[in-house]
């Protein structure tokens, strides 16, 4: 109970560094050796109550190494529709644009499983920087359709992932206290410069 309470006054209503985006977008079965993939993903997002309503682009590219090893990288940007809402008594202190990179490998160990791990971090336009990383699983089944209806392929798997601040940003809202009582203070780096 403490430690929920430190957090909260230590973190009030600053705003959270983001956990990365992984696309799953790639069942659990290896590419031939040698294949490039790229794959462009478009998102909207809605927020609760209509807050914080945005959309998205990132880019995956993935080359197969070997039989059982991939790598690729990932990149992102996505876009805070409510960050000028005039009606908003907090207006401009909404972040307007996320940028992100991720560095990824998978591997595949057996068939209908892959492990994959990742390594990235991103920024936001009102100065709060990130670094992330990530790991978990995809398995599933391919199994052919009747006729000539191809093949499905259904997959999942758990995901598990952290994102770190190096630099906070201001705070979303500014009010007196924050939760838990802490005072207002200006924005702090969480990663002391060398």
């Known amino acids: 109970m403490r430690a929920t309470l430190l957090a909260c006054w230590l973190v009030g209503c600053h705003a959270m560094a983001p956990p990365p985006l992984t696309l799953r977008h790639q069942g659990p079965d290896p590419d031939p050796v040698g294949h490039v993939q790229v794959q462009l993903a478009f998102g909207l997002g809605a927020g609760i ?5 945005g959309v998205g682009w990132a880019v995956k590219l993935r080359w197969q190494a070997t039989e ?6 990932d990149l992102g940007r996505g876009y805070n529709l409510n960050h000028r809402d005039e009606k908003d008594a ?3 202190r909404h972040p307007h644009r996320v940028n992100w990179m991720r560095l990824a490998g998978r591997y595949h ?12 971090g991103g920024f936001t336009d009102l100065g709060m920087s990130y670094l992330t990383l990530d790991t978990g699983a995809v398995t599933g089944a ?6 000539d209806a191809g093949f499905a392929g259904p997959y999942a798997g758990p ?12 705070p979303i809202r500014r009010p007196k206290h924050f939760l838990g009582g802490g005072p207002a203070r200006p924005p702090r780096r969480c990663i002391p410069r060398t």
């Open 90 to 92: 907090n207006r401009g």
């Open 109 to 120: 160990p057996v068939e209908a499983l892959a492990v994959e791990a990742g390594a990235g």
């Open 49 to 53: 109550l209509g807050v914080d309503d």
């Open 159 to 170: 995901i598990v992932a952290l994102s770190v601040p190096v630099t906070q940003g201001p």
């Open 142 to 147: 391919r199994f052919e359709l009747p006729g």
């Open 68 to 73: 059982a090893m991939q790598a690729g990288v």
